[in-house]
């Protein structure tokens, strides 16, 4: 991926099998996010392809990526702070089947709301349905975050630095969250924070200026010599 | 033919100075503040005023030129120190709704203080001189030169003066700015003073072109915002190349149409801008 | 010198520096370690006020600062060169350096004095000193920034990842710079990545990790026994 004179990726080559959590994680400028950009259609890669199910999606925008089953979060959260809970996962779910009738009763979805409602109690906000949006804790709100994403039945979910600024007991309960949704999921998680990498992790995949430079599961990683010279800068 | 288009030349560099002068006010205090001020034509206004009571008392039209600047100067800092630093950091739409707040306040202020009929500045150079088959006032031209004179200064002033510097650095950076010891916040009420100094300047220049009347800002504060946007906002170079072109833009198209019509080519370059190059005419566009 | 005691910042909701306390005592260098995204930034930033901590207390020779303005900061001698350098690209070197050596109380000649000892240490800002900042290279910019806050003569100088994106032969001029501010008793608050150079250059280091100083210690302890830092900031 080539910004002006700038190689931010060269050649990266990953794959990521159905069913897996994998972490990517790299020193400050390594490409991480953007490789996630490119994934999620965000940037379109300069070069290369990429493929997902069997289908080349290479460059395609935001929105038909979401439609074909990848979601994200994000860092800056995008959750809408004037609406509640249920409404919020409520329009994300709708994304996924909405008809084009404009003499449905938004109360006809009956489907869509225990959808939304199964979501939310999937990502712990169960009791918080109601609740603005605005008035959640940080926390909770990357939680919503996370529920918006999975409302829109993605079979890849991407989440990006989903503990950053949360407090010890906040990143625990996050890590429960992810492990609990991995079951029916394939996740990859841009991530600093090692202790959730190490623990959610079933294969770490490692970028520094714009390569991998290692691949594997969470011991080998914390092994590789390699890795440990990028870190430390010994 | 040829003669009509150098008239043309004159009318339109004359007034696209006094524009000029006008939007490089608006266009600093957006620079360094991000701040839209749509009190300025206001300012301009209440510094036509102004001089017009300077004018009464003194009789020296150059005093009244000096006294307005500095009345006005302090009026601009004072709004700003109370009604805009409280609103740092702050959604934009604030301050554009409190210095619309202000123009509005300003605007009845002068119908109160002065009353509905429109006075008159004399210029301080009636003659005029020969220019083709036309007479041509000698005080259009005096304008335009200490307009030129004034905006020159400024330049000066910014690239060499020792709080220039300082102007400058908070205009790119506020927060190394500040990281330096520079007092921001202080920077700020200085430009708008600059700002609001200018305008009034603007004002008393023109005042005996019209007259003076409380909506005589408005006219004008529309098309300084037209020649910010297309110079780029900020930039003050482009503000006032801006104004150069905008101005004989119409001057020459009232060859053709009436100069009524001509003011409509002033909002097309400003949807071309728009459309084509939204940072500026005047502005390499960022990639 | 400068005490920082259980300071909480917040970015909007977000949490970011959960009760952070550290001190650097004159003359010191002291380095501040940590993987992306556990605060060190966020800590010099709430130090230099650019961010207001909402708990804690920040204390700089006996005056407390939690709440004070940046300018008022660098005219108390607390120095700040930024992650991203941020030295005002459209003004020339020279000028650069004016906006730190134009302060009530220095005479014409201090800053004569002031402008050839930062010539000398950094001759490429000398060749370059009519130049606009936007026109060097990523290494003399980083040389500018340190420079322009040493015009404060600053008492501390809070630096951040100085050697960022920097080539190996920028990096050993930034030792240099290190120990030169260190010889002439100019405290350093270091952030970096770059573990070696902050063992070497350090006299005590602290490790971050999500927001917090997790460990603590005499850079010569950790010189010898690096497991800690393997910990901290490996993988």
Known sequence: MRFGGLTALNKVTFSLPAGEIRAIIGPNGAGKSTFFNCVTGVLPPTGGRIVFSGEDITGLPPHRISKKAIARSYQITNILPGATVLENVRIAAQSRHHSWSLFRHHRAFGDLIDRARAVIQAVGLAGKEDELAANLSHGEQRHLEIGIALATEPKLLCLDEPTAGMSPAETQETMTLVRRIAKDLTILIVEHDMQVVMGLAQRITVLHYGEIIAEGPPAEIQRNPKVLEVYLKT | MAEQLLIQLLIGLSSGMILALVASGLTLIFGIMDVVNFAHGELFMLGAYMGTTVLVTTGSFWLALLGASVAIALLGAALQITTLRPLVGRDPLTTILATFGISLVLQNYALWQYGPVARKIQEPITSQFQFFHIQFPWYRIVIAILSAAIIGALWLFLKYGKYGIWIRATTQDRIMASAMGIPVPLVHTAVFAIGSAMAAASGVLFGPLVGVNHAMGLDWILKAFIVVVVGGMGNLGGSILASLFVSLLEAFASLWVSPAQAVIVSFVVLILTLLFRPTGLFVPTPK | MLTVEAIHTYYGKSHILHGVSLEVRPGEVVGLLGRNGVGKSTT????????????????????????????????????????????????????????????????????????????????????????????????????????????????????????????????????????????????????????????????????????????????????????????????
């Open chain 3, 44 to 235: 010099l930033k709430t130090i230099m006020g650019l961010i207001h901590p909402t708990e804690g207390r920040i204390v700089f020779e006996g005056q407390p600062i939690a709440r004070t303005a940046p300018h008022r900061l660098a005219r108390l001698g607390i120095g700040y060169v930024p992650e991203d350098r941020r030295i005002f690209r459209l003004l020339t070197v020279m000028e650069n350096l004016r906006t730190g050596l134009d302060r009530r109380g220095v005479t014409e000649e201090r800053r004569n004095i002031l402008l050839d000892k930062v010539y000398q240490s950094f001759p490429v800002l000398a060749e370059r000193r009519y130049q606009a900042g936007g026109t060097l290279s990523g290494g003399e910019q980083q040389m500018l920034a340190i420079a322009r806050a040493m015009m404060l003569e600053p008492k501390i100088i809070l630096l951040d990842e100085p050697t960022e994106g920097l080539m190996p032969k920028m990096v050993a001029q930034i030792r240099e710079i290190i120990g030169l501010l260190h010889r002439e008793s100019v405290a350093i608050l270091l952030v970096e990545q770059n573990v070696p150079l902050t063992l070497e250059v350090s006299d005590r280091i602290y490790i971050m990790e999500k927001g917090v100083v997790r460990h603590h210690a005499a850079a010569a302890a950790l010189r010898s026994d690096d497991s800690v830092i393997h910990q901290y900031l490996g993988v």
